[in-house]
């Protein structure tokens, strides 16, 4: 482009999410962020030229930090919403995504998102989630977690009945912590996609944007992709 490099080797605060597996999470023996948007934010930064700060809180605090503009950048599996677009800034989007139902692995009762009524169902405060099910599904008891790990945790004990989030952290703890323990059910409830937010107005969406299509262009964004999401 004809944008000036002026930027270049400034450091950025970026918000994210303290734990959702597998876009970010703490590596308790190093003490880093990781993850698949952790890898992603420090590629953009590579190539648009700037350094970045992460901090992880809760996901609404990553919501709230942009429209405070508190952080400069949020990376969180964080959905495009039209709501959400009305007060921050987003990137192109990044992943696609979208909602799914868990239960335990023995649960025949459960069977799509047509068994809710009546029903405890686990999520996340400030998600998309908590959005669908309080659109959707007001005949179902709604029970709202800050972190989405202590809903799984519910849910293996029987305190709730389902948990409904977002497909990726669904099918990666089901995969991996709740092996044999949980299971999905039904359909893919609700197609989202992702992408890195930003304060209204902000002059890093541009160069962002071009960063990101250049990780796509030359490979590296697959690359990333295969670490985290490959067989
Ligand atoms: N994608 C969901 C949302 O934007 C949840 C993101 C998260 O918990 N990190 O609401």
Known sequence: ????????????????????????????????????????????????????????????????????????????????????????DFSDPYYDAGLIIAVQEGNEDIQSEDDLAGKKVGTRSGTTSETYLSENHPEAEIVTFPGIVEAYMDLQAGRVDAVMYDVPNVQYYVNNDAKGELKTVGDILQGEQYGIAFPQDSELVEPVNEALQTLIDNGTYDDIYEEWFGE
Do not use: C, H, W
Request: hydrophobic content about 35%; aromatic content about 10%; proline content about 1%.
């Open 1 to 88: 482009g004809d944008s000036g490099e002026g930027s270049s080797g400034d450091t950025y605060t970026v918000a994210t999410d303290n734990n959702f597996v597998p876009f970010e999470f703490l590596n308790e023996e190093t003490g880093e962020m990781e993850g698949f948007d952790m890898d992603l934010i420090r590629a953009v930064a590579d190539e648009a030229g700037f350094e970045v700060d992460i901090e992880s809180m809760k996901f609404d605090g990553v919501v709230a930090g942009m429209q405070t503009g508190r952080y400069d950048i949020g990376i969180a599996g964080m959905t495009i919403t039209e709501e959400r677009a009305e007060t921050i």
